[in-house]
């Protein structure tokens, strides 16, 4: 049986566009994206927010019954117009790729409950073994349930691989992304947290040794 995938894209925006304006370029563009993606057999759906840290990125999630489904919408006639009316508003490249999420759907952890998202990606060598993926997964959930237990103002969590390979300056060659999703009440819950003893006795799960990069960022997401 098929796997639900959740598809991520990252969209640099121009300077001081405004996603909620229906009446600007920027807006109108995302709405109408918004209002095909609903349209498509296998959309299930989707998130919008954009990054703490550098409002000008817009993150969207959509999540989808299949890889499979999400594959037939770009094989649609009408996938080409829609991107290039996507792209209008887009200034730099814009990055998608597809992740399992575990649990799926993502609901939890991006916004309803969760006002921002942690969002932490963890980069290893293309090659990493199975048995390694396991093991660290296994790690991840041990320290979501610390989070469970011990972080006040945590509130969900979803993570898995990515299936596309990806690229990272610090890994030689390609590199294999673990992308974890971590709700909070607010950019203080988690910075808070990260000074308590619970989270400095337990990062070393989230920090293996054959991790070669990672990266954190804040997304207040919507679900739309």
């Not at 819950?189 to 040794?209: G, S």
Request: glycine share 8%; aromatic share 10%.
């Amino acid at each position: 049986m098929a796997r639900p995938v959740t598809e991520i894209a990252t969209i640099p925006l121009q300077p001081g566009a405004d996603v909620d304006d229906l009446d600007s370029h920027t807006g109108k563009v995302l709405s109408d994206t918004l209002g095909t993606l609903l349209q498509q057999e296998g959309y299930q759906r989707a998130y919008k927010g954009r990054r703490v840290e550098n409002p000008n990125i817009l993150q969207i999630y959509v999540d989808w019954a299949s890889r499979d489904a999400h594959k037939k919408f770009e094989g649609q006639p009408y996938h080409g117009p829609f991107v290039k009316h996507l792209l209008s508003a887009v200034d730099g490249e814009m990055g998608i790729f597809h992740a399992e999420f575990t649990p799926h759907p993502p609901a939890t952890a991006l916004g309803g409950i969760s006002a921002v998202t942690e969002v932490v990606g963890h980069y290893f060598s293309a090659n990493i073994s199975d048995s390694e993926r396991s093991s660290f997964a296994s790690d991840v959930n041990k320290f979501v349930k610390v989070l469970e237990e011990k972080a006040k103002g945590f509130t969900g969590f979803s993570g898995g691989w990515i299936m596309e390979e990806q690229e990272h300056e610090e890994v030689e060659g390609k590199a294999k992304l673990w992308q974890s999703c971590i709700g909070w009440e607010s950019v203080e819950a988690h910075m808070t947290f990260r000074e308590t003893k619970d989270f400095k006795d337990n990062v070393y799960l989230m920090r293996p040794e054959n991790k070669k990069a990672s990266t954190m960022h804040h997304v207040k997401f919507q679900e739309v």
